[in-house]
Every structure is written in structure tokens, then in C-alpha cells.
């Protein structure tokens, strides 16, 4: 038992150190290919294994080691150079440290699993996007892309070299998008994707603007435990340098959020920016710094986070890397106070498709009236792409 203010570490047992082992010796000898089935259509999927050992302190819920199995399979048709078709599915076994997790604003593991998988945003189960995609060419150094269908935002906006996916890069979703206000996914929308190539205002850079508008539902979230239906609207415009990516990102929803008091709804409103940046040839960096306005319920108002990516270079192994990120939130009017999540992760190339991650994360999180929930998070992750 801790003395005095000392925390002890426990490492898992050996027992349950040898369960991720087993689990991922299981996908890793797949056969790894990618389908061009002709010049306009191309197959591929991803599977990936996570295994996530969380040990909890300042909670009930006792230490847990928890794994999941997920496919994505994506379908793209191209059938001239302008137009483009793409369907994604996707399927899971297991939810990892999703459903017993301690931590009630972030998740130790971002991507789609099971339980999400199903009913999703209550219309259908399994379909992620599937959406149409024309390019319009108003110069030698300017297109204009409209995208309509199943889109997910993500896939638009809040985007950022090193922190921006859980497959590869971090796990905890506070390093994949910016959790303060998460841009919605798998549903109707509409995207418009403006790029001007030339050098315009800065040199040897070119401008990008993103807009999205998507019609979706916030499950269980309005009056009376409720559905609501909203739209939601983003605009980012970006700035995209040889050696960094710098973004500044709107995003506003229709008021069908509930307000503190659980007595009315109210719309949400945020403002964000995120960098990356090569700063040598094998060091990089980002951050990202929001704030959304507090009218409705919300856990936060204003998120730091930073971190650096190293290049496998520097130890002889170029597509090796490693990540190390901090994120800080705070503000907010629910009965969360602060949150702080600190992550490193090692990816290992182990062939041309195939990769090996292990990953530590450290969470606390504390309420407005009483100390949270914290401890260290140990994880496994070994993806295959088809």
C-alpha cells in the first residue's frame, strides 16, 4: 500500500503480459497485399490488433487488460481524373479499454470499435462513408474539389502530419483529433475543398480551404435523454510550407445541445489552430490550441497539446518513429475540471505492410468537487495493410 503521498507503479503480471503476445502472433503472419483490379478500381483494407492494460488509481474499477480486432476495408473508383467513388467499411471484435475505462472525456484508443461499429448515429451498422468526389480545374494553379454522400469530417478538416492517426501514430484520441469539439463522422454531408498551388502572398507555399456542412445526430444528448438532429458547419483554411502545415479551423452546430441546467438546448461554437513542422530532417513537432464557447454542456473550453515525432533514421531505420505528446483541458461547466494525458508510442516497420507499435499513456483527470481518476496506460498495437 502507498505510504505518505508516494504513488507505486505496478507493472502488469506476467500472465497478462503474455496475452498481447499471443493475441497479436495471431494477425501478423497475414499474407500483405494491395488490389489493383484495374486503372479505375482499387481494393485495400487494414487490419489492426491493439491490446491496452489500463491500471486505474482513484477509482473503483479495478485494473484491466482488454484487446480488439478491427478491418477496414475501403473500394475506390476513379474513372476519369476528376471523378471518384469510395465506400469504406469496417468491422470489430472487442472494444479495448473503451467500455470500462475510468475517464469519462477521452478515450485510451480512438479508433472504431464494436459497440461503435453498430447503429451508427442510429441509422445502419458496419457502412462507414461512401461519397462522390468531382474536381473542377478554374486554373493552371487552382481546383475546386465537391465531395457529397456518408462523409467523415475528419477526413477533411483537423488534420496534422504527426498526430492525426490512430492506426499509425498515437492511440488516445486527445492526439488524433482535437477532442474539445470533435468533428463529426458517417454521416450526410457536403464538402468543398478549395486548393490554390501557386505562391500567392507567401513563397514557395500554396493555400487551402476546406468547408463541410453534414447533417447528423446527437445521440441521447438532447431533452429528456432525447436524439437530436443538427447541422453542423466548419470552414479551415490552411497554409502549406516545404518543411510545415499551419491551420486555423471554425466549426458551429445548430442549438441542439443541452445547456448546463438541462433545461434548454444551445448551439456549439469553436475556434482552433494546429501546426506541423519539420524542424530537421528527422525531428518534427505540432500542437494544436483551441476554445469553444461554454453555452452548452460541455467538459472544456480550452485545449492545449504538443509533441515531437522521431524519425527511425536516427537510430538506421527510416520508417521507424517515435511520438511524444502532451495535452492539457481545462474550463468547461460540467463536473470535470481539468484533464491531463501525456503519451509515447515506438513504431517498429517490421516489413513493407506490416508494423508493431508499443505504446504508453498516462491519464488524469480530476472533478470540479473531488480528485479523478489517473494512472498509466500500457499498450500493444500491430497493424497489417492489405
Known sequence: MPISNTTVVRFPDIETRMVPFAFLAAI??????????SDDWFVGATTTGVVQQGEFSGTDIDDTARA???TDIGINY?????????????????????KVSPYATHTPYADDLADALEDINGRRDYLLTAWYRRTFALGEDISLALTGGIIDSTGYI?????????????????????TLMKPPSYDAGIVAELDIADNWLVEDASWSVRSVWMNTKNVGGGLDGGDETYNYYATQLGLHTQTGNYRLLAQYTTDEFLDPEEEDTEELMYFGFSADKKITDIIGVFSRVSWQDND???AHDTLYSGGFNIDGSLWGRADDEIGIAYAHLDGGNTEIDRTDITEGYVKFQLTKSTDLTLDLQYMDEDATD??????????IRASAYF
Open 28 to 37: 501478423l503472419p497475414f499474407s500483405v497485399q494491395a488490389y489493383d483490379v
Open 68 to 70: 480488439t480486432l478491427v
Open 158 to 178: 483537423d488534420d496534422n502530419a504527426f498526430a492525426n492517426d490512430e492506426v499509425s501514430q498515437f492511440m488516445n484520441d486527445a492526439f488524433v483529433n482535437d
Open 370 to 379: 473531488a480528485d479523478g481518476p489517473y494512472g498509466f496506460i500500457y499498450g
Open 296 to 298: 452548452a454542456a460541455i
Open 78 to 98: 476513379q474513372p476519369t481524373d476528376r471523378d471518384e467513388f469510395d465506400l469504406v467499411v469496417s468491422f470489430a471484435f472487442g472494444d479495448s479499454l473503451s
